[in-house]
């Protein structure tokens, strides 16, 4: 199941940096320094998004809230990122 997760993860991250890369010129950041940096904060958003899904989902599997879920995701998350 986990590389199916990573897979799904990495699927998500290259369709965000598709979506980065296609922007017009007027809508991409000034500086070089400043796309890699806001590259890595839609990945960062993105590994939280899917995180909390996956999360989300086991928790429904066993019958507990979804607040749980999206809590132990920032607990797990945290370190990390």
């Known amino acids: 199941m986990?590389?199916?997760?990573?897979?799904?993860?990495?699927?998500?991250?290259?369709?965000?940096?598709?979506?980065?890369?296609?922007m017009p010129a007027e809508m991409s950041a000034t500086a070089p320094d400043q796309s890699a940096a806001h590259s890595s904060l839609v990945q960062q958003i993105g590994v939280c998004i899917v995180a909390a899904t996956l999360l989300g989902f086991i928790a429904r599997l066993i019958k507990q809230p979804l607040l749980l879920a999206y809590i132990a995701a920032g607990v797990l998350i945290g370190p990390i990122g």
Do not use: R, T
């Open 2 to 22: 986990e590389a199916s997760i990573s897979k799904m993860m990495m699927w998500i991250c290259g369709l965000m940096q598709d979506a980065a890369a296609s």
